[in-house]
């Protein structure tokens, strides 16, 4: 187990509606990255998160956004949903964000657009 | 064309047979990471690698900078090493990850 844990599990929603995921952290990592994990493909990176601050972001619409909190917990926030948005989002943490150190993931959060 | 290539996309294996995965990605990294997606989603890192070779247990992951390839064996396969085993490259604040490979063992 990573230490990363990611709320809630799974998720049922309709187009237009509004989400929110949460990711917690490993103890002492200060940067978070999101993604989006549609079946049967990789994942595909959303944005990151260093010290509170949007740091690096893929090619994802301004209806993505983010927060991270001084506890280095997170969120990611998808507004007008679309059916396209149905995926697995994982979240990831890390002590730094130059890639020296490694990325612990997260369960993932399965969400299902109607 | 994708910027992370796996071969093969699939596989399937025998026990006790030796594996090979490869992966070649066409931009400048600074590490390659090998994880393992079991169903239901939980991703777990393997190896990251930015030179030659790295080993743990049964699992050795290689890298090829001048030839942008990495290849992840593994010996005396298992049933439980039944997953997908996806490849993941770092440029610049991203991990651009391959579609993945999905091996099964059969006892």
């Known amino acids: 187990e990573t230490g990363v844990t990611q709320s809630p599990t799974h998720l049922i929603k309709t187009r237009g509606q509004q989400v929110t995921l949460r990711c917690s952290s490993q103890?002492?990592?200060?940067?978070v990255s999101w993604y989006q994990q549609a079946l049967g493909q990789g994942p595909q990176f959303i944005f990151q998160y260093y010290r509170e601050e949007e740091n690096g972001r893929g090619n994802f619409p301004p209806r993505f956004s983010g927060l991270q909190f001084p506890n280095y917990s997170s969120e990611l926030n998808v507004n007008a949903l679309e059916l396209d948005d149905s995926a697995l989002y994982l979240c990831?943490?890390?002590?730094?964000?130059?890639?020296?150190?490694?990325?612990?993931f997260g369960p993932g959060t399965r969400l299902t657009v109607l | 064309k994708n910027e992370v290539e796996q071969s093969p996309q699939n596989l399937t294996a025998q026990e006790g047979e030796f594996i090979t995965i490869n992966c070649s990605y066409s931009?400048?990294?600074?590490?390659l990471h090998w994880l393992q997606q079991h169903p239901g989603g939980g991703i777990v890192s393997l190896f990251m690698l930015s030179s030659g070779k790295k080993k743990h247990g049964r699992l050795i992951a290689t890298i090829n900078i001048q030839e942008k390839h990495s290849s992840l064996h593994i010996t005396a396969s298992h049933p439980r090493d039944s997953a997908v085993y996806i490849c993941a490259v770092r440029s610049g604040h991203k991990l651009i990850f391959g579609t993945g490979t999905r091996l099964q063992v059969f006892p």
């Open positions: 990831a943490s890390s002590l730094d964000t130059g890639g020296r150190n490694e990325q612990f």
């Open positions: 931009v400048g990294i600074s590490a």
């Open positions: 103890s002492g990592h200060n940067t």
